[in-house]
């Protein structure tokens, strides 16, 4: 090997170590990083210079060492299992929520809930049976009565506002999906014409996987990675994120709870509109849940409805079948507004005394016997009381399946996590023992390189001194 190759080879160690300290550097500067993939150097020995001649003869020795290749130690299976368990986190964390919304709503036991208003409102009526035909137990059952439909008609609004912002989430959801897609695409093609130059796409792989995972979260979208660096995100079958290319996703359907049924809302793509997706992971398939016919929300204004309609219906039946103290018969209640959901349509008829039913008719003023039956409805089996009691246990049967499924995907999505930043994290153990590997082999390099500076010296300029 002649004099000036054992040069490049040294320059080449050289250059090859300050690479491996550069890149060492990083991975130690962006340890804290959760998104940060850790980059290593790989470095190979550059081919010999082919023998000339027509009796080439010898070994010929490499070249020096070729450090242009930096590798990112991520792995492209444990990312898939990470963007997997984000997408069943999502949906998780948006059913919890809504389940969690309505047993707010309830705030069952206690005394602003339902449950704690009917009993009053029956023993209102055991007082009026006491003292019938007497004003100041009227005006007490009247109130508590009053205590009731506030309350059913404040969880049946709540109920709607919390589907009017369920379906506000489904929309911001789908923005957020939307401008991550055109991201990821514009990310696609900086991260291939990046490759093409050769230049160390790493962050840009970093952000990439980042904002792929994020829509996985979001969508439940399903990324495929390809030859050149640039992935696909799939959702139900057709691909949101296509190369350079993105799709954009809108929502469809009723803008309010009681037309959910008529025209469940769903996403569609936008340059194919009227074709639902069918979505199973990610935040927008459980806000979808929530929001369907037969989801959560729908599920429990139904049931109110129910509870409220029972109520009015036993009440009436009842009351109508006895008599006034001035002797009025056949009167109702309560009155369930024409059109309106009846929790919220529910109201009270009745204004004074003179039309409380009390007394059986022919019975007097001072029969109480109806005004006993109708306080004993509570307590009857398959009663309005028995509705809600079976409303709230289905409910809170729901929300506590709800917890336990978060609590599980998320220990699921912590530990999917853990095997990816196993992998693709940052030790500064690992990396201060490299960083000193890289400096001696620095450090021997330039020691190379000065020694054959020395002996090109001798020879060059000292050659022939001698003896004279």
Do not use: C, K
Request: proline share 3%.
């Amino acid at each position: 090997m002649s004099t000036f190759g054992s040069l490049n080879i040294a320059y080449t160690g050289l250059v090859a170590a300050r690479r491996g300290l550069d890149v060492t550097g990083a991975n130690i500067v962006n340890a804290g990083s959760e998104t940060y993939t850790r980059q290593r150097v790989t470095a190979t020995a550059l081919d010999p210079l082919a023998r000339t001649g027509l009796l080439p003869t010898g070994t010929a020795l490499p070249q020096g060492v070729d450090a242009e290749t930096i590798v990112r130690l991520s792995d492209s299976l444990r990312d898939a299992r990470v963007g997997d368990a984000n997408g069943a986190l999502g949906t998780a964390t948006r059913q919890a929520q809504a389940l969690g919304a309505l047993e707010a709503l309830v705030a069952e036991p206690g005394d602003d809930g339902l449950g704690a208003a009917l009993d009053a409102f029956w023993t209102g009526w055991q007082d009026v049976a006491n003292q019938p035909g007497e004003a100041a137990p009227v005006a007490v059952l009247l109130s508590r009565a009053q205590a009731v439909v506030d309350r059913l008609g404040g969880m049946r609004t709540g109920a709607e506002a919390e589907w009017s912002d369920a379906r506000s989430a489904l929309e911001g959801v789908v923005r957020t999906a939307n401008t991550d897609a055109a991201s990821l695409a514009d990310l696609n093609e900086r991260i291939r014409t990046g490759s093409a130059a050769g230049a160390n796409v790493g962050t840009l792989l970093d952000e990439r996987d980042r904002l792929a995972g994020q829509l996985a979260g979001l969508i439940g979208g399903t990324v495929r990675h390809r030859g050149d660096g640039m992935v696909d995100v799939v959702v139900d079958g057709d691909a949101i994120v296509m190369g350079t290319t993105a799709r954009a996703l809108s929502v469809s359907g009723a803008a309010a709870l009681d037309s959910a049924a008529g025209s469940p809302v769903a996403l569609e793509w936008s340059h194919r509109p009227g074709i639902p997706l069918s979505m199973s992971r990610g935040e927008a398939a459980g806000l979808l849940s929530a929001l369907a016919p037969t989801g959560a929300l729908a599920s429990f204004a139904t049931a109110l409805d129910a509870v409220a309609s029972d109520l009015a219906a036993a009440v009436n039946t009842a009351h109508a079948a006895g008599a006034t103290p001035d002797g009025s018969t056949g009167l109702a209640f309560f009155a369930i507004a024409a059109g309106a959901p009846p929790a919220r349509g529910l109201s009270i008829l009745a204004t004074g005394v003179d039309q409380v039913a009390t007394g059986a008719v022919g019975a007097g003023a001072a029969d109480g016997s109806v005004a006993d039956a109708i306080s004993q409805l509570g307590s009857a089996p398959g009663g309005p009381d028995d509705a809600w009691s079976t409303l709230v246990a289905d409910l809170g049967a729901q929300s506590r399946s709800a917890l336990d499924r978060l609590e599980r995907t998320t220990a699921t999505a912590v530990m999917a996590v853990d095997a990816q930043r196993s992998q693709a994290g940052v030790s500064l153990d690992e990396e201060n023992i490299a960083l000193i590997g890289y400096q001696q082999s620095y450090q021997a390099a330039a020691r190379v390189l000065t020694t054959i500076d020395e002996m090109l010296d001798v020879l060059i300029n000292r050659t022939g001194v001698v003896g004279r």
